[in-house]
């Protein structure tokens, strides 16, 4: 098993930057493949960007590809989410999520942390 602790979320104005890191723990780092949700108020729980064991695939929903950037330091047991020309509409709570496959890590994954709240005002 798997325990995921995000980090890193806040306050932004619309057209800032913020990152997102997830520490995790427990089982080995490389067994899973990471993804990134969001929730914005009101609305279902949203795919963002998953990467595999090594980092060198990645997928991006279309509403945040060339502004979102996944990442991981398998060294530090850690994914990060760099976010850039943010917009309000990127406002949610941002869920780290792991699984053994990066498909299953973006449509159904096994393991969630608590989740950071990211705000972004117009």
């Known amino acids: 098993q798997v325990h995921l602790v995000e980090s890193g979320g806040g306050l932004v104005q619309a057209g800032g930057s913020l990152g997102l890191s997830c520490a995790a723990s427990g089982r080995t780092f490389t067994d899973y493949a990471m993804a990134w949700f969001r929730q914005a108020p009101g609305a279902e729980r949203e795919f963002v960007a998953t990467i595999n064991w090594s980092g060198t695939i990645t997928y991006y929903a279309d509403s945040v590809k060339g502004r979102f950037t996944i990442s991981r330091d398998n060294a530090k047991n850690t994914v990060y989410l760099q976010m850039n020309n943010l917009k309000p509409e990127d406002t949610a709570v941002y869920y780290c999520?792991?699984?053994?496959?990066?498909?299953?890590?973006?449509?159904?994954?096994?393991?969630w942390g608590q989740g950071t709240h990211v705000t972004v005002s117009s």
């Open positions: 999520a792991a699984d053994f496959t990066a498909a299953q890590a973006m449509a159904d994954p096994g393991y």
